[in-house]
């Protein structure tokens, strides 16, 4: 775990646009410490995903930092910024994202293939990366009869369930979650959430979990509105 000198996650001064547009976000400060929990909630269209990519480094501020576990985003290459993403995050994005033609149980060892680290706390944990995959799938619902399928044969709501299997093998420091339970019943949702609760406990790991389900925002121990943080004024229609 980090200390609390140092987050998990720092922004200063950021300023992003997409090309032709307005400014979006312009973010003067804001930190995520080790461990937290927090719910980010904002209208639609006000840059909350924008603001998940640049955390992960799919996208590149115009100006400011954006540094995660101390390394500051914007001085390293396109490789680099991929490798720290895989290596110390897990990412259930709205759509998913699994490889249609994998089985789920390839789907969830994925991150454990570009990561040794991942795949070695897997490993530490469980015994095996095959068996943390099936042990994380089993927890969160999906018996082992659908191990073997292919994911794009599934439900939507259980290919929700692969995605954060996948976020979540091999322990990351950050687990960022766009909108992970819009497809999922009451009860999927409670179990779900207890799970990723529990694994983010477990792992010591910090959780930034985007929703517009505000019955939620009191599990976590912070919910910040991004308009509290964003100077910029969403685009109008926003
Ligand atoms: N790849 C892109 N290229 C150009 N503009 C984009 C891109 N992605 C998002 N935008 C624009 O950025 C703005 C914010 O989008 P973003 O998806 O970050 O909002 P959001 O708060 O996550 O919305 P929602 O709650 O609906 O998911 C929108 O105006 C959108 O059109």
Request: aromatic share 6%.
């Amino acid at each position: 775990m980090n200390t609390s000198a140092s987050a998990l996650i720092e922004i200063d001064a950021l300023g992003f646009a997409w090309p032709g547009q307005a400014e979006l976000l312009d973010i003067t400060h804001f930190r995520l410490e080790a461990g937290e929990r927090l719910f980010l909630k904002g209208p639609s269209g006000s840059g909350k995903t924008t603001l998940l990519g640049l955390l992960g480094g799919v996208q590149v501020a115009q100006r400011g930092r954006v540094s995660l576990l101390g390394h500051d985003l914007g001085r390293l290459s396109a490789g680099a910024r991929d490798r720290l993403r895989v290596e110390h995050s897990g990412y259930i994005f709205q759509q998913f994202n699994l490889l249609p033609f994998l089985a789920v149980r390839d789907n969830v060892e994925l991150p454990c293939r570009f990561s040794a680290r991942r795949a070695a706390r897997a490993t530490a944990r469980h015994g095996s990366v095959a068996a943390a995959a099936s042990e994380l799938l089993e927890r969160l619902g999906l018996g082992r009869a659908l191990h073997g399928r292919r994911a794009d044969q599934l439900s939507i709501g259980q290919q929700q369930r692969v995605a954060a299997a996948r976020a979540l093998i091999g322990q990351p420091e950050l687990v960022i979650a766009d909108e992970p339970t819009s497809a999922l019943d009451a009860d999927s949702r409670a179990a779900f959430l207890d799970l990723l609760f529990a694994e983010c406990r477990a792992a010591g790991a910090s959780l930034l979990f985007v929703s517009h389900d505000r019955s939620l925002a009191p599990l976590f121990d912070r919910a910040l509105d991004l308009a509290e943080i964003n100077r910029a004024q969403p685009p109008a229609g926003a």
